[in-house]
């Protein structure tokens, strides 16, 4: 039924609630999909999916290039190099670029990242893009989730997609910008000490796409992979030679029809679940959409959704053998350091909304010293994980692992 359609092939690592969004959308779409993780890349394994399409989730690139090495960075850059293909989302377009002093990355590309200071440092939601397909320019809402931007080099590309002005559900930070004034927009960045005017976006590219050896590569700081965002799933599976189908449906992190009911793993979600409608309560946390929170400048409210994500999709997943297996030995340990870490982060959260009514923080520290020892204690360093929270993240992300890589194997076998 499917032998017309491109192989594909998924790269698990480092990707977290990204992976999932893009494998629930490979899904919908009807595109088989075989995972790998970076130790079977290290060891070889992309040689036997010759010509396949590497998709490469959003995440931290130096993380996920850290977890390849230098034998699976250069695995994937000879299987491009003959005749394969190269997709990465946000994260997974940044691994792609040129390597950066103490970050070696798969310089398949030969553009880089701009520094923070002259970029838009978080910025999120959809933007209206000038998409060029065939020789034929159209526009199409992109929805893009705190990307990076392209530094451009000597190399012409071609940039299949620019930035053109933000959408009704864009944010600057934790500002939706629908609501931001031009005369105000200076006195924000002042407040912040960022750049915050979406207007530095314009014009610039958001999907790229070059040749490497016989291969090739498309690098998107958009996430076409995105539910309820029909232009951007369409264009994806122009991209991947899908045929267009219906969409990528809503995800919905408050339905629950689980089909794995857990005790251990009941407990994890339900703690994770009270935790975020405690950051509602003190307006801390809210619901962008169904499948994705806000938060307040500074608070750690992306971890929290990744966990939350991550711990629903376990229970509305099958039990594996080998899933079952790993959580019974690893299962209740887990659901006692979801139980202390919530504990602890919700007295973090309580600490952190009475420095926020006097002095803002950052993604990358709290405005009180004290203060950002807990969050490190709590959630790691900034960028990356660490902690509790790199404890519950680890064993959530190896139980999907062995849920999804034990599904797609028997379909693919089917």
């Known amino acids: 039924m499917h032998r017309h359609l491109p192989p ?18 490979l899904k919908a779409l ?29 995440g931290w690139a130096k993380l996920k290039s850290l977890a390849l090495g ?20 946000c994260g997974g377009a940044g691994l792609a670029l040129g ?17 923070a200071s002259q970029r838009l440092p978080n910025f999120s939601g959809h933007l209206n893009c000038i998409v060029t397909e065939n020789g034929e320019e159209y526009e199409a809402a992109l ?6 931007q392209f530094l451009p080099r000597d190399a012409e590309l071609e940039v299949l997609a620019r930035y053109e002005g933000p959408g009704p559900d864009f ?19 002042e407040l912040y000490g960022i750049n915050l005017n979406p207007e530095r976006l314009r014009r610039e590219p958001c999907i790229v796409r070059g040749a490497y050896g016989q291969g090739s590569f498309v690098l998107s700081y958009a996430h076409l992979e995105t539910p309820t965002s029909p232009q951007a ?4 599976c122009r991209l991947l030679g899908l045929d267009p189908a219906s969409g990528v449906p809503a995800w919905d992190l408050s339905r629950e029809e689980p089909l794995w009911d857990d005790e251990a793993l009941r407990s994890v979600h339900a703690d994770l679940a009270d935790l975020v409608s405690f950051g509602q309560n003190h307006f801390l946390l809210f619901w962008r959409s169904p499948w994705l929170l806000g938060w307040r ?16 999709q376990a229970r509305h997943n099958e039990a594996t053998a080998t899933a079952k297996e790993y959580w019974a030995e690893h299962g209740s340990k887990c659901s006692q350091l979801c139980r202390d870490f919530c504990a602890q982060t919700r007295d973090y959260l309580l600490q952190e909304r009475r420095i926020l009514a006097t002095s803002p923080s950052s993604p990358e520290a709290s405005a009180s010293p004290g203060l950002q020892r807990r969050k490190q204690e709590l959630f790691g360093k900034f960028p990356g994980y660490g902690g509790l929270y790199g404890e519950i993240l680890r064993t959530l992300d190896e139980l999907l692992w062995l849920q999804f890589s034990a599904q797609d194997d028997r379909q693919g076998s089917s």
């Open 30 to 58: 009807h595109a088989p999909v075989t995972l790998l993780k970076a130790e079977q890349v290290r060891a070889g394994a992309l040689r036997g999916h010759e010509g396949s399409t590497l998709l490469v989730p959003g």
């Open 143 to 148: 929805p893009v989730w705190w990307p990076s």
């Open 233 to 236: 799933n369409a264009l994806l």
């Open 297 to 312: 400048r500074g608070v750690p409210g992306s971890p929290i959704n990744f966990l939350l994500a991550m711990a629903w």
């Open 99 to 115: 390597s950066e002093r103490g970050a070696p990355f798969l310089d398949l590309c030969p553009w880089s990242r701009k520094a």
């Open 8 to 25: 594909l092939v998924l790269l698990w690592d480092e990707s977290h609630l990204w992976a999932l969004l893009l494998h629930r959308a």
């Open 171 to 189: 944010w600057s930070a934790d500002l939706d910008w629908s609501g931001i004034a031009a005369s105000e927009v200076g006195q924000w960045e």
């Open 70 to 89: 230098e034998d699976g960075r250069r695995e994937i850059r000879e299987h491009i190099r003959g005749g394969g293909k190269y997709l990465g989302f």
